[in-house]
């Protein structure tokens, strides 16, 4: 029997709180709001198929420390009345030394627990599984930490987890944009797909295989380490020093609930599109 649209889902409005990877930087997209596109805008757009009254907006902004997102975003997105919210925090945080995942859970633990209140499903995300990863490699375990906090936050909310510690297809290079941070356009399409699947909804999004990247020598590799750390290593480095974000002066790319479509040109996830967090 075949299932009407308008029945695949209950969320009319959604809301989604965050720094740069629910901004979608990484996936740059000249169409959408902004000029990037990224998971949370392709969840919304699956979402609004057969919906005709579905709104979205997205206060994520690039930068964001988790108590920045909860000082600056959730009021906003709970006077938006929404019935689903999606939220990644903390991820800035853990890439600090002396974070503290614990503390940073704790503080998530009150947020979420007043999206509950307000009647909003909460999509909660973990961190993905990041062993392999220059720079936050070295934090894995302060992540893999948060993590098990985090489903302790979602059992007692009754919050849906997004698990990207679980997606191993992220391991992939093509995964990651060139700024080994963020994800790439197919990396932020796997987690929509990923995230669209955690919350039951049917959509048609298809899987997407990455081609092998080509073999590199050596001395290739080593280069390619060099042309990173002068790009997008070092630059982050001096914003810490400076006490600067890549989201100063930025403002959230959709503050207000609206109709979300697709970009206008159809076209397949690019595989690789500065560090900016």
Same mark, same amino acid.
């Given at each position: 029997?075949?299932?009407?649209?308008?029945?695949?889902?209950?969320?009319?409005?959604?809301?989604?709180?965050?720094?740069?990877?629910?901004?979608?930087?990484?996936?740059?997209?000249?169409?959408?709001?902004?000029?990037?596109?990224?998971?949370?805008?392709?969840?919304?757009?699956?979402?609004?198929?057969?919906?005709?009254?579905?709104?979205?907006?997205?206060?994520?902004?690039?930068?964001?420390?988790?108590?920045?997102?909860?000082?600056?975003?959730?009021?906003?997105?709970?006077?938006?009345?929404?019935?689903?919210?999606?939220?990644?925090?903390?991820?800035?945080?853990?890439?600090?030394?002396?974070?503290?995942?614990?503390?940073?859970?704790?503080s998530l633990d009150t947020a979420v627990g007043a999206m509950a209140a307000?009647?909003?499903?909460?999509?909660?995300?973990?961190?993905?599984?990041? *062993?392999?990863?220059?720079?936050?490699? %070295? &934090?894995?375990? @302060?992540?893999?930490?948060?993590?098990?906090? !985090? #489903?302790? +936050?979602?059992?007692?909310?009754?919050?849906?987890?997004?698990?990207?510690?679980?997606?191993?297809?992220?391991?992939?290079?093509?995964?990651?944009?060139?700024?080994?941070?963020?994800?790439?356009?197919?990396?932020?399409?796997?987690?929509?797909?990923?995230?669209?699947?955690?919350?039951?909804?049917?959509?048609?999004?298809?899987?997407?295989?990455?081609?092998?990247?080509?073999?590199?020598?050596? *001395?290739?590799?080593?280069?390619?380490? %060099? &042309?990173?750390? @002068?790009?997008?290593?070092?630059?982050?480095? !001096? #914003?810490? +020093?400076?006490?600067?974000?890549?989201?100063?002066?930025?403002?959230?790319?959709?503050?207000?609930?609206?109709?979300?479509?697709?970009?206008?040109?159809?076209?397949?996830?690019?595989?690789?599109?500065?560090?900016?967090?």
């Amino acid at each position: 029997m075949a299932t009407n649209e308008s029945e695949q889902h209950p969320w009319s409005r959604y809301v989604a709180l965050g720094d740069s990877f629910t901004e979608g930087i990484g996936d740059p997209e000249p169409t959408s709001p902004g000029g990037h596109r990224g998971w949370a805008d392709r969840v919304a757009e699956e979402l609004s198929k057969g919906h005709q009254d579905f709104a979205y907006a997205n206060l994520a902004i690039r930068g964001r420390l988790l108590q920045q997102i909860l000082d600056e975003q959730l009021d906003p997105a709970l006077a938006l009345n929404p019935d689903l919210i999606s939220i990644s925090a903390g991820g800035n945080d853990l890439i600090r030394p002396g974070s503290d995942p614990d503390a940073l859970a704790a503080s998530l633990d009150t947020a979420v627990g007043a999206m509950a209140a307000a009647g909003a499903t909460v999509l909660l995300f973990n961190g993905p599984d990041i *062993r392999d990863t220059p720079v936050l490699g %070295l &934090v894995r375990g @302060r992540v893999a930490i948060y993590n098990e906090n !985090l #489903r302790t +936050i979602a059992a007692r909310h009754d919050a849906v987890i997004a698990d990207m510690w679980s997606l191993r297809e992220l391991s992939a290079p093509a995964m990651w944009d060139d700024d080994r941070l963020h994800f790439s356009p197919l990396g932020h399409h796997r987690i929509a797909m990923m995230a669209l699947d955690s919350l039951n909804v049917p959509h048609q999004l298809q899987p997407l295989d990455p081609p092998p990247l080509p073999v590199r020598t050596w *001395r290739e590799a080593r280069s390619e380490d %060099l &042309v990173w750390a @002068r790009e997008f290593l070092v630059p982050w480095v !001096l #914003r810490r +020093i400076r006490h600067q974000s890549s989201g100063d002066g930025v403002s959230a790319k959709r503050p207000t609930p609206g109709p979300v479509s697709g970009p206008a040109r159809s076209s397949s996830p690019r595989q690789r599109s500065s560090l900016g967090d």
